[in-house]
């Protein structure tokens, strides 16, 4: 008999000690990934929570809170569908990451009050302490099926500071910044920018001129200062209207429900917004070609009160439009990168410092190259050649030079003669009889020689 409760005893002593590390292991990891991207998923509430969306102490633990049929820890899970082992890392309001942890879930020895715990294809956030004094947005790092790092935030606060947040808190009032490289762009690109406090934003909508006018947008949240929960929020935005830009800001809570301390039922949203004006655009655009150059155009406009100034571009049919530079003022020469015997549209737009720029205002211009007409001798004599010229058309000349080349015609030898700032009519004189002489007339441009037209005369016998 003493034998039969001996072997007894120790069956039930090794079947409580089973228990024991049973219990101490408290649950599994989630056993469903996703297909494709990155996600978060809340075993406690069987959901997969939004990015930036908002949850309470209650609702993640280090063990099976609710012991579920597939025993699945109740942590914050950060999964991928990159099935890799030691996957993710989590980090702290503050920035520092969340201690990893080798151990059981459940285990007494694991940091607190939170840590992580990595599997295939996922990280857990376990709680194994009170969330007081490390509430706020939490970030997770994981890679991607193609291996590129997602980020993923999530608000992690006490019970009491879940039921009492009545919503996200963002500024008042927008920030302006043009994204276009170009203020050409059509449609300009632009960013508004708001900070969001007091929760995590979950969802983004903006509309211009009235909620029934959404717009489309892209969406950045980057985190700014964790400890407070706030996050910066950034919408691109590709559009040309003026009118009153609002973004609409609200949080997914897990749970929703009555707000302690508050008239409201359930979390309000928030709005940020900005009046924002489109420039007028620049009228009476002119092209007119200048005298320092063959090629040197100014564009001149009229004014558009208020805006901050014009930039101006410049290209062939299909070529990409060149910034010629930015001014304040109503006109501009352009002197460089245009080329002869092209045509270019010149567009000008107006700006301001917190406005989207105005659409363009064009003018085309053919740059002809010049040419003189009627360039001729009319008086020859023994020592004389008397020579006439038409100015050349679109431009003039700011002065001509004559080059001179002659040789008696029973002679060999050339002579040479440069005569410098002449207008007609000119009379090329010192020319022996019987000379046959080759004129060059140089139209000057600024200081460069553009413009070269020949001529031929022979003198007259004494």
């Known amino acids: ?69 597939n025993d699945t820890t109740d942590a914050l899970w950060c999964q991928s569908a990159n099935n ?30 939170l840590f992580s715990k990595r599997f295939s294809g996922q990280i857990a956030l376990a709680r194994s302490d009170g ?19 997602q980020t993923l935030v999530v608000g992690a606060y006490t019970d009491t500071g879940y039921n009492n947040n009545d919503g996200p808190d963002a500024d008042l009032t927008m920030q302006f910044s043009l994204l276009s490289t170009s203020r050409l762009a059509t449609p300009p690109v632009f960013s508004l920018s708001f900070n969001v406090s ?24 980057v985190i700014v200062n964790g ?32 707000i ?62 060149v910034s010629a530079g930015t001014t304040t003022s109503t006109a501009i020469n352009i002197t460089s990168g245009l080329n002869q015997g092209s045509t270019y549209t010149f567009d000008v737009v107006s700006y301001g410092s917190a406005s989207i720029p105005s659409g363009a205002a064009s003018v085309m211009l053919t740059i002809s190259e010049p040419a003189v007409t009627e360039f001729m001798a009319t008086l020859v004599t023994a020592s004389t050649i008397t020579l006439k010229w038409s100015p050349p058309t679109p431009i003039v000349p ?18 040479i003669n440069s005569t410098t700032s002449v207008l007609p009519p000119h009379t090329s004189t010192g020319i022996p009889p019987y000379s046959q002489c080759g004129f060059d007339l140089i139209g000057i441009y600024d200081i460069t020689a553009d413009l070269t037209t020949d001529y031929s005369a022979e003198t007259l016998s004494t």
């Open 398 to 415: 700011n002065s001509y030079n004559i080059n001179r080349r002659c040789r008696r015609v029973c002679e060999s030898s050339v002579t």
């Open 131 to 149: 969330l007081s004094g490390y509430e706020g947005l939490y970030k997770c790092i994981i890679p991607d099926e193609n291996g590129v790092d």
């Open 227 to 258: 400890p407070r929960s706030v996050t910066r929020v950034t919408v691109t935005v590709r559009l040309r209207e003026a009118g009153n830009y609002q973004c609409n800001v609200y949080n997914d809570r897990v749970t929703d429900g009555p």
């Open 260 to 321: 302690s301390g508050n008239s409201h039922p359930n979390a309000v949203d928030s709005t940020s917004s900005l009046s924002i004006s489109v420039s007028d655009t620049p009228t009476g655009l002119t092209a007119t070609r200048l005298s320092t150059g063959v090629a040197h155009v100014r564009l001149s406009w009229s004014t558009v009160s208020g805006d901050t100034g014009y930039e101006v571009y410049y290209h062939l049919s299909s070529n990409t439009p």
């Open 1 to 69: 008999m003493k034998s039969s409760n001996c072997t007894c005893y120790v069956t039930i002593v090794f079947c409580l000690v089973l228990s024991l590390v049973q219990g101490v292991k408290g649950g599994e990891a989630p056993s469903i990934l996703p297909n494709n991207s990155v996600q978060l998923y809340l075993p406690y509430e069987d959901r997969i929570i939004p990015d930036y969306s908002m949850i309470y102490a209650g609702q993640f633990y280090d063990k099976d809170e609710d012991n579920d049929a």
């Open 198 to 221: 007091d929760g995590p934003p979950t969802t983004v909508s903006c509309s211009v001129n009235g909620p029934s006018k959404g717009i489309s947008t892209e969406l950045s949240r």
């Open 84 to 113: 890799v082992t030691n996957i993710g890392v989590w980090y702290y309001p503050n920035g520092t990451e969340v201690p990893l942890f080798d151990g059981e879930f459940g285990d007494p020895s694991a940091p607190s009050p």
